[in-house]
């Protein structure tokens, strides 16, 4: 059956799920989701150009034209598997708590100055957005880079099931998603499935020297590229500044060569090369050093490794540094969870060219039971040092005990934001993706 739908998908353009964006003769994969059922409109997407529909429920069979299957989404995950074994294309596979997406754009940046790379859309890390990633590999493409998202202890291991990564990379282990994984050692136990898949497949791991955390995954592993700042790493980086983050890189392994990636010796030396990247933040330190690792492995030019880091600019208020009249907001609005917000708050501290900061904190989603703990140690943190102002939105910052202002919701704040005024000030906006705090400064 597979195989039967397989010729079907490479004489096709593509794979559709979603009938408002029928790309044409594409085959449309009839997904059920919490409030819709795709079978039910497997004859629009046909009318609309699709060329073949994927269905599970034997109603909405039309002849010819539709393949009725036991789980729309199990074969399409299957499809994925397939076409990455008959392409034989290596895969990069991302995951951890924090970072993923920067991390995955950033390597994306830096491989594709030499190679022809597709990498996850957006945010498309799930068990759909993985087989959708590997779907758009093509003969040409040289390697795949997957980010992997989980909330749940096996969601990685089934990612990994799918995506069959030749490499591997864990970007951090920290408190996220904690209501679906249970504590921080199920955290530590699904993000380390993916180190867990590459070990048994004999695979490399590229790993952060100084993340204690994914260093104790890699026990007496040895097929591991490391990068780092001190001593004894393949490739060495240096965090120069973090506003924006500069990074000092030189390589301490000129004499590996990957196989099918021949040492690129033209500007290729071991004297340190700087980068300035349009990221803030000391964690963007990290991600930054990590996307130089894997451009050093598949020996990349230490210019393209530069031009790669030079040329990402973040979307979608992912860390970005803004100018707001005389003010500079750091713009973290993009999600928060406990560790996020604790390295928002470090890199915060660390800014010492301004005197007034000003903190605009929303609550962290998916925190379940710990919610009430894991608030109320920001607000704790927050005390042991002085700020120009610190204010704390959403209900669970509501119920912290807090000696700053605290606003239920979203609303409420914003009605006291439009009368607040500030001047030369650094202030950050963090909070989870639901609470969309860039809205406070959307239009002004
Ligand atoms: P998601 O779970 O939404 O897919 P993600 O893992 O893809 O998130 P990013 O979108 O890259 O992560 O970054 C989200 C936020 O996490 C950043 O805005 C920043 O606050 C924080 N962050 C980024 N990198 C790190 C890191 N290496 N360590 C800790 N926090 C980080
Ligand atoms: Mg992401």
Redesign the pocket.
């Given at each position: 059956m597979i195989e039967e739908l397989y010729q079907r998908y490479i004489n096709s353009a593509g794979v559709s799920t979603d009938t408002r964006n029928i790309t044409p003769n594409s085959i449309y994969f009839a997904l059920k989701g919490a409030s819709f059922n795709g079978n039910t409109f497997a004859q629009e997407a046909l009318a609309k150009g699709a060329c073949y529909a994927v269905i599970d429920d034997p109603a909405y069979h039309i002849a010819d034209k539709t393949l009725l299957v036991d789980d729309v989404l199990t074969t399409l995950q299957q499809l994925a598997t397939y076409h990455r074994r008959k392409l034989k294309t290596l895969v990069i596979g991302i995951t951890?708590?924090?970072?993923?997406?920067?991390?995955k754009e950033l390597i994306k940046s830096v491989l594709s100055q030499q190679l022809n790379i597709v990498a996850t859309q957006g945010?498309l890390?799930n068990n759909i957005g993985v087989p959708l990633t590997l779907l758009t590999i093509k003969p040409e493409t040289d390697i795949a880079i997957v980010?992997m998202?989980a909330n749940h202890p096996g969601e990685i291991a089934f990612l990994c099931s799918i995506a069959e990564p030749d490499y591997g990379y864990i970007?951090?282990i920290?408190k996220?998603h904690l209501e679906g994984f249970g504590s921080f050692e199920g955290v530590i136990k699904t993000k380390g499935e993916l180190y867990d898949y590459l070990k048994t497949h004999h695979k490399t791991i590229i790993a952060n020297a100084d993340n204690p955390i994914t260093e104790a995954l890699l026990e007496n592993y040895n097929n591991v590229y490391s990068f780092g700042v001190g001593e004894g790493v393949n490739v060495s980086a240096q965090c120069l500044s973090t506003q924006p983050v500069k990074i000092q890189f030189a390589d301490s392994s000129l004499q590996t060569t990957t196989e099918g990636f021949p040492a690129n010796i033209e500007g290729f030396t071991d004297t340190p090369t700087v980068a300035t990247s349009h990221l803030v933040?000391s964690?963007?330190f990290?991600?930054i050093a990590a996307s130089v690792a894997f451009g050093r492995y598949f020996k990349l030019s230490t210019k393209a490794i530069q031009k790669g880091i030079e040329s990402y600019i973040p979307q979608n208020n992912?860390?970005q540094l803004l100018q707001w009249g005389s003010n500079t907001v750091l713009l973290?609005a993009?999600?928060a969870n406990p560790?996020?917000m604790t390295?928002?708050i470090d890199n915060l501290l660390s800014m010492n060219s301004f005197p007034n900061k000003v903190l605009i904190l929303g609550d962290m989603f998916e925190l379940g039971d710990y919610a009430t703990q894991e608030h109320q140690s920001i607000v704790d943190k927050l005390k042991e040092h002085q700020w120009a102002g610190v204010y704390l939105i959403g209900k669970n910052f509501k119920q912290t005990k807090a000696p700053y202002p605290q606003y239920e919701t979203f609303e409420e704040f914003r009605e006291v934001f439009k009368k607040l005024s500030f001047q030369d000030s650094l202030i950050l906006i963090?909070g989870s993706r639901g609470m969309a705090l860039e809205r406070l400064i959307a239009n002004s």
């Open positions: 951890g708590s924090n970072g993923k997406t920067t991390t945010n890390n980010e998202g970007t951090s920290g996220a933040g964690y963007n990290t991600n992912r860390s973290d993009y999600n560790s996020s390295a928002a963090k």
